[in-house]
Nanobody, 127 residues
């Protein structure tokens, strides 16, 4: 079992930055591929970013590439999403997700890949 708790969301003006954190308990995240997803009001949940269990590879949705950076913390049980140059269309509830893996270099970008989810943190970007 993996319990995930996101934090760091809030209200920010367009062009600003936020850093989201996802802290885990129950299992070390070093054995999990991780992802960030988001869901805006009235829209389906969508992929934002993913990182391998080893931390060596990342992938991003085209809409956030070059603005968002996903990383793993030194404590190994936290992952981050650094968001810069935020736009009003980034407004959503952001969720982190975990997938225990055997192969540390695998990336996963679809919702159905992940079995563990946090409760989400709201990000609101004002224009």
């Amino acid at each position: 079992q993996v319990q995930l708790v996101e934090s760091g969301g809030g209200l920010v003006q367009a062009g600003g930055s936020l850093r989201l954190s996802c802290a885990a308990s129950g299992r070390t995240l070093s054995s999990c591929a991780m992802g960030w997803f988001r869901q805006a009001p009235g829209k389906e949940r969508e992929f934002v970013a993913a990182i391998t269990a080893g931390g060596g590879r990342t992938d991003y949705a085209a809409s956030v590439k070059d603005r968002f950076t996903m990383s793993r913390g030194n404590a190994k049980n936290t992952v981050y999403l650094q968001m810069s140059s935020l736009k009003p269309e980034d407004t959503a509830v952001y969720y982190c997700a975990a997938k225990p893996v055997w192969y540390s270099a695998s990336l996963f970008t679809t919702i159905s890949d992940y079995g563990y989810w946090g409760q989400g943190t709201q990000v609101t970007v004002s224009s």
